[in-house]
């Protein structure tokens, strides 16, 4: 089994930074592409960036200059660090990743997500 784990959410008054992490875990023999994505009440969830394995980065213009990912490799881990929030940024942040794992002795390539972490820009 694989499973990613997201930590790092919270509340942030506008301004503010905040540091996600996402970690992966289980029978994994090698990961692609890893990515935040983040969705709003009410709207689609959408791409906020992602990174491939070997470092190439991907951002949504709404963040732009101000987010920042990152990846451990060693860890099977990936950041997004988010600086000058906007409570337009308020969302549920969710880890993604595909990842090739082993099952029962064969290797398998899906896309897996996190359950999602709580983002609150506010005064």
């Known amino acids: 089994q694989v499973q990613l784990v997201e930590s790092g959410g919270g509340l942030v008054q506008p301004g503010g930074s905040l540091r996600l992490s996402c970690a992966a875990s289980g029978s994994i023999f090698s990961i692609n592409t890893m990515g935040w994505y983040r969705q709003a009440p009410g709207k689609e969830r959408d791409l906020v960036a992602d990174?491939?394995?070997?470092?190439?980065?991907n951002y949504a213009d709404a963040v732009k200059g101000r987010f920042t990912i990152s990846r451990d490799n060693a860890k099977n881990t990936v950041y997004l660090q988010m600086s000058s929030l906007q409570p337009e940024d308020t969302a549920v942040y969710f880890c993604?990743?595909?990842?090739?794992?082993?099952?029962?002795?064969?290797?398998?390539?899906?896309?897996?997500w996190g359950q999602g972490t709580q983002v609150t820009v506010s005064s």
């Open positions: 990174i491939t394995s070997g470092g190439g980065k």
């Open positions: 993604n990743a595909v990842i090739t794992s082993i099952q029962s002795g064969w290797r398998r390539t899906r896309n897996y």
